[in-house]
Structures are given as C-alpha cells and as structure tokens.
C-alpha cells in the first residue's frame, strides 16, 4: 500500500474525529463575524450581565447544565520515583475523590477499578519551586502521557507509544517533550479521562446520567465535554494544596475533544490562569454558525455522549462559541491549528477569537493582536497558532506551545526576562 493511502486507511481505522482532506484554510477571515456581537461598555457590564447570560445559554444549549456543588478530597498521594526522566522529576500520584450534586442530590466519580475518586500523575521538576504546571487529559493512558513504570497500570517492561498512532497523529499524541518542559521549569499532571468517564455512547451515557441523578431534563443533561472540563478543576482542588506547585500558573492543556474540555473548564473556572485548546473544532473555539468542516449534527451523531441533547443546529439560540472564549477574558489563550485540518475549521476559530477581543480589550488585554491566522503572536492573551500539515500534536506544535507558556508564565524570571502579567493578575 503507497504511503498516502496507508495514511488515509489508518485515520480511518483509529479515528472518526477527524476527516483526511486537501483542502486547505483561507488564512485571512473568511465567514460571517460572530454573533451576537458582544458590545459591553465596561468589565462590570460584562461581569454583571454578559458573563452570567453566556455562562447560562452554553449550559443550556450546548455542554448542560453543570453541578450545582462539588466536594473533593485527597485519598492518597504517595511518590513514586525521585529521579524520574534523567534525575530532573519527581513523579508522584494522587487518588482525587470528586462528587458533583444536582438536585441536591450528590454523587462520587468512580474509576475503571472499582474504587472511589480518579488518579492522577504528577511530573515536576526537581527543586522547591513554585513552578506553573500543565494539566493534561490525553488519548492515551497515563503511564503513555508520563511514561514511568510506576506509575499505577503501567505494563512492564513499558513500551513507548508509536507506530501507526503516531505516524498518523504525530510524535506527541500521547506523550509531550516531557525533558523539555521539565528543563524550561514546568509541572505535568495528568488524569486519563476513559478512567472515570468512558468516552464512549452507552457507557459513557450511563455515567453521565449516574453522576447527575438528581438532573431530571435529558435534553440539558451534561454531556463529557463538561464533566471532563469539571475534572480539570477537581485536579486543581489538589494541586493547589501543594507549596511547590504556583497557584498562580496554573494552565489546562487538550487536544481535539479534550481541547473542548479545556476551553469549558477555564470558562467557568476563574482558577485556570491559561489554556491551550490545540485543535478544538466544533463545540470547542469554531463557530457553530457559517460551519466548515465537521457539522453538529455530524458531532452529536458519532459523540451523543459529548454535549447535551440541545445541541442541534436548529437550536443556536443568541450564542456562539467567542462566548465561551470571552469568559476566559483577560487570561491567556492559545488556539492551536492546522491549515490542513479543515474539519476542525481554523478560520471559524478565528473568527470566534475576534468575536471574542472586545471583551479582552474592556479588561486592558491585547486580546487578539492579528488581522489573519497568521503570523502567530505567543505574547498576546488570544494566541492564534497555525501550522502546515493535519489534526495531531507534532513536532512543531509544542516549541509554539512553549513560547506561549514562556511568554506569559515563565517560572525563572532570571533565565527569561520576567514574565509578561497578563491584565487582570497581580
């Protein structure tokens, strides 16, 4: 089999998230601007009136309604190796216990294993700190994201990731340059999302509506975008806890489906001091309406258990996706991009940023500092990345991911000039 069709046949066999094509995005706006224009005359306007109504209507009609109280708790936390990666990390795992309540009705997470709560590894560098971390959830499993043996699950002898996986999604699908990130002074924790809520129909639905027992409305029922985007936070419950860890940087990171739970967990969590949502597509930063690439039905039919029934395309009632994007307003954001991942649809990405800027510039921000896709600008709180090439997570992709960090969470300030505050951190 030639190489393109090798290529063709395995996105096809890994993955329906994606769709091979070569078409490529316009790098300069090309669709309707987002709507409804979001024109606030200061930050307590938007505080008081927008952010509630956009928190409201995404609940309503796209992710569900989320807990209306949440009780966490560390079960057990031990290290698990103090030389990791070459002598520069210390690897350590937690069991996080969660519950959401709705209705006043409570429940806890459960994992695959039976037991209470859902684990999470945590990859720092050597020192006291306190360094910004990056919260992943990934594709693979934690022991392929942190690959260490002792990390729980983790076969042995452990075998690193590759072959048709990463050939078709790149070098970093599972695992980041974790030496890299490490030397440039940054965390790693890390929770495998299929361990407490299976991304799958049947099951996944089954959990979704065993966590939200007292939720009666099926059609506003969350879906795993937000009950992943929830977890992000219940990982911060426990990082948060830890000295060497900086409260103050603390940056979710996704690709694809988990760059959607990204977006959701820092737009209703003020906590999350940045995101980085690398190819997010639909219901992530693309805009529902004008939609190139992967439509919503398309989504809602292959992923029911993603997003709650009201999301249709005959339901896009006074929202859009800038929305979720300016309730991260003025905390840094990075949108990641492939000019040829035309299903994911990068310029309506764009366009939901510059739908979003106003609400930026009301807190002082810069916002988005581009008029096209491209040149990229780390420095600016909406960063908009675009690179050649498809959907996946390659070798360019995370020296762009780094700028950005360095730009605006530089743990040294000694070794990087100082760190670029953002508007609204002291």
């Given at each position: 089999?030639?190489?393109?069709?090798?290529?063709?046949?395995?996105?096809?066999?890994?993955?329906?998230?994606?769709?091979?094509?070569?078409?490529?995005?316009?790098?300069?706006?090309?669709?309707?601007?987002?709507?409804?224009?979001?024109?606030?005359?200061?930050?307590?306007?938007?505080?008081?009136?927008?952010?509630?109504?956009?928190?409201?209507?995404?609940?309503?009609?796209?992710?569900?309604?989320?807990?209306?109280?949440?009780?966490?708790?560390?079960?057990?936390?031990?290290?698990?190796?103090?030389?990791?990666?070459?002598?520069?990390?210390?690897?350590?795992?937690?069991?996080?216990?969660?519950?959401?309540?709705?209705?006043?009705?409570?429940?806890?997470?459960?994992?695959?294993?039976?037991?209470?709560?859902?684990?999470?590894?945590?990859?720092?560098?050597?020192?006291?700190?306190?360094?910004?971390?990056?919260?992943?959830?990934?594709?693979?499993?934690?022991?392929?994201?942190?690959?260490?043996?002792?990390?729980?699950?983790?076969?042995?002898?452990?075998?690193?990731?590759?072959?048709?996986?990463?050939?078709?999604?790149?070098?970093?699908?599972?695992?980041?340059?974790?030496?890299?990130?490490?030397?440039?002074?940054?965390?790693?924790?890390?929770?495998?999302?299929?361990?407490?809520?299976?991304?799958?129909?049947?099951?996944?639905?089954?959990?979704?509506?065993?966590?939200?027992?007292?939720?009666?409305?099926?059609?506003?029922?969350?879906?795993?975008?937000?009950?992943?985007?929830?977890?992000?936070?219940?990982?911060?419950?426990?990082?948060?806890?830890?000295?060497?860890?900086?409260?103050?940087?603390?940056?979710?990171?996704?690709?694809?489906?988990?760059?959607?739970?990204?977006?959701?967990?820092?737009?209703?969590?003020?906590?999350?001091?940045?995101?980085?949502?690398?190819?997010?597509?639909?219901?992530?930063?693309?805009?529902?309406?004008?939609?190139?690439?992967?439509?919503?039905?398309?989504?809602?039919?292959?992923?029911?258990?993603?997003?709650?029934?009201?999301?249709?395309?005959?339901?896009?009632?006074?929202?859009?996706?800038?929305?979720?994007?300016?309730?991260?307003?003025?905390?840094?954001?990075?949108?990641?991009?492939?000019?040829?991942?035309?299903?994911?649809?990068?310029?309506?990405?764009?366009?939901?940023?510059?739908?979003?800027?106003?609400?930026?510039?009301?807190?002082?921000?810069?916002?988005?500092?581009?008029?096209?896709?491209?040149?990229?600008?780390?420095?600016?709180?909406?960063?908009?990345?675009?690179?050649?090439?498809?959907?996946?997570?390659?070798?360019?992709?995370?020296?762009?991911f780094l700028d950005f960090l360095n730009a605006h969470f530089a743990p040294?300030?000694?070794?990087?000039?100082?760190?670029?505050?953002?508007?609204?951190?002291?």
């Amino acid at each position: 089999m030639s190489r393109p069709l090798a290529l063709i046949a395995a996105m096809l066999a890994i993955s329906g998230c994606v769709e091979a094509t070569i078409a490529w995005t316009d790098l300069r706006p090309d669709g309707v601007a987002a709507a409804p224009a979001l024109d606030y005359q200061s930050v307590t306007d938007w505080e008081r009136e927008g952010a509630p109504a956009a928190r409201r209507a995404l609940q309503r009609f796209e992710y569900g309604a989320m807990p209306e109280k949440t009780s966490s708790r560390v079960i057990d936390r031990k290290t698990l190796n103090g030389e990791a990666f070459g002598g520069r990390g210390l690897v350590e795992e937690y069991r996080i216990g969660a519950s959401a309540a709705f209705g006043g009705v409570e429940v806890e997470t459960k994992s695959e294993d039976g037991e209470a709560g859902f684990i999470m590894d945590v990859v720092s560098p050597k020192g006291e700190g306190p360094f910004p971390v990056i919260l992943m959830q990934t594709f693979c499993p934690r022991w392929s994201t942190i690959p260490d043996e002792a990390v729980t699950g983790a076969p042995r002898p452990l075998k690193k990731r590759g072959g048709i996986e990463t050939y078709v999604f790149g070098r970093y699908i599972c695992s980041p340059p974790i030496e890299t990130i490490l030397d440039a002074g940054y965390a790693i924790a890390t929770v495998f999302p299929n361990e407490f809520l299976p991304d799958s129909r049947e099951e996944g639905i089954a959990e979704l509506k065993r966590l939200s027992a007292g939720h009666a409305d099926d059609e506003t029922r969350w879906g795993a975008i937000g009950a992943w985007g929830w977890a992000f936070s219940r990982m911060i419950d426990a990082l948060e806890q830890d000295p060497r860890l900086d409260r103050t940087a603390m940056i979710v990171w996704g690709h694809s489906r988990y760059a959607k739970s990204a977006l959701v967990a820092a737009a209703f969590d003020p906590r999350i001091d940045g995101v980085i949502a690398h190819q997010s597509g639909t219901g992530g930063a693309s805009l529902n309406r004008d939609k190139k690439g992967e439509s919503i039905a398309g989504i809602a039919k292959s992923y029911p258990h993603w997003f709650a029934r009201a999301y249709r395309e005959d339901n896009l009632n006074g929202y859009d996706q800038h929305m979720l994007l300016a309730l991260i307003a003025p905390r840094p954001a990075l949108l990641g991009n492939a000019r040829r991942d035309v299903w994911s649809d990068p310029n309506g990405a764009f366009r939901a940023a510059m739908g979003a800027d106003g609400v930026y510039q009301l807190y002082g921000a810069r916002g988005l500092d581009q008029t096209a896709l491209k040149p990229y600008d780390p420095t600016a709180e909406i960063a908009f990345w675009i690179r050649p090439g498809t959907h996946g997570v390659v070798k360019e992709d995370w020296p762009a991911f780094l700028d950005f960090l360095n730009a605006h969470f530089a743990p040294e300030d000694e070794k990087r000039g100082g760190r670029l505050i953002s508007a609204g951190q002291e």
